[in-house]
């Protein structure tokens, strides 16, 4: 079982918006902050958005004001979404979400979201 998926990428251009959606499976997730990270190619994994379990947020500079981080918490699993608004040909890359604190093994497939100019 995967633990976490990531969903809700795509080809978008440039102003347009996506929702990511991550669903973290497992009661362990309720209490832990997750995280948004993206990869683009040639480049290091960056962290995007954070949330914590009690809402508080946290972004990077570059998609303040743009991206929205919000979770969904229920008994057995937790839903982080990503609102991505105003999007740049620069947020082209796969993202990820990860539960603050846990290892490697907990990265997922992440999902491609492509900006077009």
């Known amino acids: 079982q995967v633990p976490l998926v990531e969903s809700g990428g795509g080809l978008v251009q440039a102003g347009g918006s996506l929702t990511l959606a991550c669903v973290a499976s497992?009661?362990?997730?309720?209490?832990?902050?997750i995280d948004w990270y993206r990869q683009a190619p040639g480049k290091q994994r960056e962290l995007v958005a954070g949330?914590?379990?009690?809402?508080?947020?946290?972004?990077a500079d570059s998609v303040k004001g743009r991206f929205t981080i919000s979770r969904v918490d229920a008994k057995n699993s937790v839903s982080v979404y990503l609102q991505m608004n105003n999007l740049k040909p620069e947020d082209t890359a796969v993202y990820y979400c990860?539960?603050?604190?846990?290892?490697?093994?907990?990265w997922g497939q992440g999902t491609q979201v492509t900006v077009s100019s």
């Open positions: 497992g009661s362990t997730f309720s209490s832990n902050a």
């Open positions: 990860y539960p603050r604190g846990f290892g490697p093994t907990y």
């Open positions: 949330i914590g379990s009690g809402g508080s947020t946290k972004y």
